[in-house]
C-alpha cells in the first residue's frame, strides 16, 4: 500500500512540475488596442501639463515600459492600419494619400501575409473587435460594379447596390483573424451596420440623416444604418465585446490575439452619461476620459479572468488628435492634445504621427520601464514574429523592425531610420535627431498653373530639422547642413525603390506613382537643397 502511495505521489509531483513548465513556456496572450485621434497630450502619463486626467490608462503604462518616440506610419487613420497588420508602409500600396470609405474595396491581398495570419500559423486564436477601415468587398446586387481590390481613389462600391443578406466577399476572416466583430470604416462613414465574421449582424433598413443640431460634435455622412445601431453606444459595445472575447478565452489552453481598434475619440465625438460634463473642459475631453474609464473595467477582466501574468497588451493611437477635437478650446483650457510638438492628425509634423505607446506584460517587462529609442507601429508584427520564433521571408513585413530587444533592456533593435507620411502623400525620414520633411512646391502640387519639368528636384522643398534643439520645428536647418539633406533624401530615396527599409533582398512596390511625382523625383534625384 506504501509503494502504490508513494508511485501515486511520484507521479502526482512529476505531473504537476510538467504542467507547471507547461505553464511557464506557454506563449503570451496579446491585446493590441489602437485608439482613433488620440493625440500624445490626451494622456496624463505623457503630458505633465494635462488637463484630462487618464488615471487607468497611466496605472498602466506605469506597470510596463512607456516608449517616448513612436510613430504611426502615416498621420491618418487607414495607412496606419494597414502597417500594423501587415508590418509593411502604407503608401507601398495604391493609397498614397487620405484613407478609405465604407464602401472601400479591400486594400490588403490575400496573398500577403498579416500578423493575424501569422499567430494563427502559430497557435494563437486571433480576433478583431472594432473599426476596420481597411476596406471590405461587399456582395453586391446582381448587375452591380464589383471590385477584388483596391487599385485607386475612385474604386467604390455603390452604396445602393450591397446586398446586406449576403455574406462579404473578403473581409477579416480572410486575412486570418478567427472572429471578427467591426464596423466597415470611422463612426462618422456609412454603412452603419456591425459585421460579425463575415455577415451583416442587421440589415440597415433605414437611412441615418447624419446632422445632430443639438450636438456640433455630432455629425456623420447620411447613409444606411441598421435599427441596432447606436453611436453614442458602439465604444462601449466593443469594450463589452472585447471583455467577453477575453473572458472566454482565458479558459482555453490556446493562447489568443485580440486586435482592438476602437472608433474613438475620432468624432461623432459621443461621451455618454455619466461622462458627458466630467471632464469640464469640451465633449472631446469628456470622450477621453470615457476611454480610460472603459479601459479601466477592461485591464480588470484581464486581471479577474488570471491572464494579467503573461499578457502583453499595447495600448497606442493612430495619429495625433483631430482638429474637430476643438483643440481652440483644449488650449485655452490650458490642454493640448499634442503635448509639446507641433501639428495634428494629418500633419508631416511631429503631432500628427508620434503617440502614446504603452506595453504592458508583467512576465516580460520591469514595471516603470521608459524606452526612448525611436520605434513606428510597422514594428508590431516582426515582434509578433519573434515571439513565435518564426523566421519573416523577404516579401513580409518589410518595413518591420522586431521590438523585442526593447521590451527585454537588450542590446539588438536594428531600426535607424523611419519614415513618416501625411495625409496628402508628403514623406518625411527621421534618422536620430535628423528629421528631412521633402516636400512639393505650390507649382508642383498644382495650385498653380506653372509647372515645372518632371524629375526637377526644384519643385520640391528640402525642410530640414534639427528635433533635439527644436522640437516644435519651426527652423529649417537645410541650407546649414547639405550633406545632412544629400543623406537622408539618398536613403528615402533607396528605401521607397527597394520595397522595403529592412535588411533582405528588393521587393516590388503594389506601384509607384505617388502624389506630385514622388517617383520622379525618386527616380532622379538632385542634391540641389
Not at 68 to 90: K, L
Not at 240 to 253: M, S
Not at 364 to 373: A, D, L, M, T, V
Request: net charge neutral; aromatic share 10%.
Amino acid at each position: 500500500m506504501k509503494l502504490i502511495l508513494h508511485v501515486f505521489i511520484a507521479l502526482f509531483t512529476v505531473g504537476t512540475i510538467a504542467q507547471s513548465k507547461n505553464s511557464n513556456n506557454k506563449k503570451p496572450n496579446i491585446i493590441y488596442i489602437l485608439t482613433d485621434d488620440l493625440g500624445i497630450g490626451d494622456l496624463s502619463f505623457y503630458n505633465e501639463n494635462s488637463k484630462i486626467a487618464t488615471p487607468n490608462i497611466d496605472k498602466m503604462g506605469a506597470e510596463g515600459m512607456k516608449f517616448t518616440d513612436a510613430h504611426t506610419s502615416s498621420s491618418v487613420c487607414t495607412p496606419t492600419r494597414y502597417s500594423i497588420i501587415t508590418g509593411r508602409y502604407n503608401w507601398r500600396t495604391p493609397l498614397k494619400s487620405f484613407v478609405l470609405w465604407g464602401d472601400s474595396p479591400m486594400l490588403i491581398k490575400e496573398n500577403r501575409l498579416t500578423v493575424a495570419q501569422l499567430l494563427k500559423n502559430n497557435g494563437y486564436q486571433t480576433s478583431t473587435i472594432g473599426k476596420w477601415h481597411m476596406g471590405l468587398n461587399w456582395s453586391m446586387k446582381e448587375g452591380s460594379k464589383e471590385f477584388e481590390y483596391f487599385s485607386n481613389v475612385k474604386d467604390r462600391f455603390n452604396p445602393d447596390q450591397i446586398d446586406y443578406s449576403k455574406p462579404l466577399k473578403k473581409g477579416a476572416v480572410n486575412l486570418g483573424f478567427d472572429y471578427s466583430y467591426m464596423i466597415s470604416a470611422s463612426l462618422n462613414m456609412p454603412p452603419f451596420v456591425y459585421i460579425e465574421n463575415d455577415k451583416v449582424v442587421k440589415e440597415p433598413l433605414t437611412i441615418s440623416e447624419g446632422l445632430r443640431k443639438d450636438n456640433p460634435y455630432a455629425y456623420w455622412i447620411k447613409g444606411d444604418i441598421s435599427d441596432d445601431f447606436d453611436h453614442e453606444q458602439v465604444l462601449p459595445v466593443f469594450v463589452k465585446k472585447a471583455q467577453a472575447y477575453i473572458a472566454e478565452k482565458a479558459k482555453e489552453d490556446k493562447p489568443f490575439f485580440l486586435y482592438l481598434p476602437l472608433a474613438a475619440p475620432h468624432n461623432p465625438i459621443l461621451p455618454i452619461a455619466p461622462w458627458k460634463g466630467k471632464s469640464n473642459i469640451n465633449p472631446y475631453a469628456d470622450f477621453v476620459v470615457m476611454i480610460d474609464d472603459l479601459m479601466g473595467d477592461l485591464f480588470k477582466t484581464i486581471k479577474d479572468s488570471g491572464i494579467e501574468e503573461n499578457t502583453i497588451v499595447i495600448f497606442t493611437s493612430d495619429n495625433g488628435c483631430a482638429a474637430n477635437a476643438n483643440i481652440g478650446v483644449l488650449k485655452e483650457k490650458g490642454h493640448n492634445p499634442s503635448y509639446i510638438y507641433s501639428g495634428i492628425k494629418g500633419s508631416i509634423l511631429e503631432g500628427g504621427h508620434r503617440v502614446p505607446f504603452l506595453v504592458k506584460w508583467p512576465k516580460g517587462i520591469k514595471p516603470n520601464s521608459i524606452c526612448n529609442e525611436t520605434i513606428c507601429t510597422t514594428d508590431f508584427m516582426a515582434t509578433c514574429a519573434d515571439l513565435v520564433n518564426y523566421k519573416l521571408k523577404d516579401n513580409e513585413a518589410e518595413d518591420s523592425y522586431s521590438m523585442m530587444p526593447l521590451l527585454n533592456q537588450k542590446k539588438g533593435f536594428q531600426r535607424e531610420e523611419t519614415i513618416h507620411h501625411d495625409k496628402a502623400g508628403v514623406f518625411a525620414i527621421r534618422k536620430g535627431d535628423w528629421k528631412l520633411v521633402v516636400e512639393p512646391t505650390k507649382e508642383d502640387s498644382g495650385t498653380s498653373k506653372k509647372k515645372k519639368a518632371k524629375g526637377d528636384s526644384d519643385t520640391f522643398e528640402n525642410i530640414l530639422y534639427n528635433l533635439k534643439k527644436d522640437t516644435k520645428e519651426t527652423k529649417n536647418v537645410a541650407n546649414e547642413n547639405p550633406d545632412k539633406v544629400k543623406e537622408l533624401k539618398a536613403l528615402l530615396i533607396k528605401q521607397i525603390m527597394d520595397g522595403r527599409s529592412t535588411p533582405g533582398k528588393v521587393q516590388k512596390n503594389d506601384e509607384i506613382s505617388f502624389p506630385w511625382e514622388q517617383a520622379a523625383f525618386a527616380l532622379n534625384p538632385s542634391d540641389k537643397h
